[in-house]
Structures are given as structure tokens and as C-alpha cells.
């Protein structure tokens, strides 16, 4: 099956840093990639959609200064946490999905923890 | 607001039994729902989809019951093996314009099966 991959796997920053966490698509294209972010032992919360050659489109809430996100590829979406602090410590998952279908082929995950 | 509820955070099941695993959802524009399994610091894991045209939808252990007019759907597992035991999403998405694609999950149910 297609595969997603995330770089890194876990990164620790301090407070006030930025960090950017790539996801990529290995044997598909995708013009569109999905973020989530994962709180301990709650779902998958949908923060924004990657649009490759266009802006990304932000869920409601979710700070478009803070978390950028730059589709520079078909293969490729990037998300950076700017001026990270503590409470934006989450486990960030992103996804792409197959063209014409609701199938989605998630990443495997970065576990963010900012100190 | 919590369109898509998984209200049993966990469930405990005999290997070789049945596991029913619930899903029920708001928002009557869903029309194709995704089962995922998840384990932790890694991403789902696509497990069974079915279409709003459908009631069920088979594949080998796993199968998913689709209840539309109680806005209802559940994953059965049968016969559960030890290696069934993560946590299961319920996921949900709306046929196309801008909501293509999106996903929205449930809180998730922890599954375990016990030997």
C-alpha cells in the first residue's frame, strides 16, 4: 500500500523555537495532505488541509500564524510550529489521501514536546 | 461539538470471541465512514470503509454495520486475536466540495483481547 513518512519521529524544543515537521508521500502523489494533532488518549483533531501550489485552508480555532504550512511538492508538506511553547506539545500526524477516494494514508507520526 | 462519538473508551474481550466496537455520528451529510486502528506514537492504520449506499461491508475478520437512520455504525471482529488489541477509530467524511477528503474521528475505544 502507499506509504507516508514523517520526519522527525520525536523532537524536543524549547519555548520560544520553531520547528518544522515534514510529511511525505513515498510512491504517490498528493496534491492535498491533512494535519491532525493528538492530545493523550483523545481522537484526532483535523487542524488544517495542505494544498500543493496553493494556501493551506485552516480548521476553525486553529492559528494560522502559528502552524505553518508550505505544500512545496506533490510529495512533500511541511508544518511549522513558530514561537512553540508548552501546551503545543502533541503528537502531529499528517495524511494523504487517494485520489478519488476516501482512503487516507496516514504517517506515522511526530511526537512534539516543547520544554 | 462532537459529530462523530465512540462513547466506550475501552472494551475488554476473550480471545476467540466477538468484538463489537460502536460508532455513532451527527451529522447527516457523512456518507462514507472509516475504521482505523491505531497503536501508540504511530499513525492509524486503515482497517474497513463502507459507503452510506451500504449496510455492511465484509473483509475477512472485520466487518462493519452501517445503521443510517439511527446514525449508527460498528466494527465486529470475529473471532478476536490478542494482536486485535489497540485503539479503534471511527471516522467519518462528506462526499465531495470542500469537505473532500476530510476526516473527522471519533474519541477512539481501546481494545483489548486477552488470551
Known amino acids: 500500500g502507499a506509504v507516508v513518512s514523517q520526519h522527525p519521529s520525536w523532537v524536543i524544543c524549547k519555548s520560544g523555537t520553531s520547528v518544522k515537521i515534514e510529511c511525505r508521500s513515498l510512491?504517490?502523489?498528493?496534491?492535498?495532505m491533512f494535519w491532525y494533532r493528538q492530545f493523550p488518549k483523545q481522537s484526532l483533531m483535523l487542524m488544517a488541509t495542505?494544498?500543493?501550489?496553493?494556501?493551506?485552508?485552516?480548521e476553525q480555532g486553529v492559528e494560522k500564524d502559528k502552524f505553518l504550512i508550505n505544500h512545496a511538492s506533490l510529495t512533500l508538506s511541511t508544518l511549522t510550529v513558530t514561537s512553540a511553547h508548552p501546551e503545543d506539545s502533541s503528537f502531529y500526524i499528517c495524511?494523504?489521501?487517494?485520489?478519488?477516494?476516501?482512503?487516507?494514508?496516514f504517517g506515522p507520526g511526530t511526537r512534539l514536546t516543547v520544554t | 461539538d462532537q459529530q462523530v462519538k465512540q462513547n466506550s473508551p475501552s472494551l475488554s474481550v476473550q480471545e476467540g470471541r466477538i468484538s463489537i466496537l460502536n460508532c455513532d455520528y451527527t451529522?447527516?451529510?457523512?456518507?462514507?465512514f472509516l475504521w482505523y486502528k491505531k497503536y501508540p506514537a504511530e499513525g492509524p492504520t486503515f482497517l474497513i470503509s463502507?459507503?452510506?449506499?451500504?449496510d455492511k461491508n465484509e473483509d475477512g475478520r472485520f466487518t462493519v454495520f452501517l445503521n443510517k437512520s439511527a446514525k449508527h455504525l460498528s466494527l465486529h471482529i470475529v473471532p478476536s486475536q490478542p494482536g486485535d488489541s489497540a485503539v479503534y477509530f471511527c471516522?467519518?467524511?462528506?462526499?465531495?466540495?470542500?469537505?473532500?477528503?476530510?476526516?473527522?474521528f471519533g474519541q477512539g475505544t481501546i481494545l483489548t483481547v486477552h488470551p
Open positions: 495524511s494523504a489521501p487517494v485520489v478519488r477516494t476516501y482512503e487516507q494514508y
Open positions: 510512491d504517490f502523489q498528493a496534491t492535498t
Open positions: 495542505s494544498n500543493e501550489g496553493s494556501k493551506a485552508t485552516y
Open positions: 451529522n447527516s451529510m457523512f456518507d462514507y
Open positions: 463502507i459507503s452510506s449506499i451500504k
Open positions: 471516522a467519518a467524511s462528506a462526499l465531495g466540495g470542500t469537505s473532500y477528503g476530510k476526516l473527522t
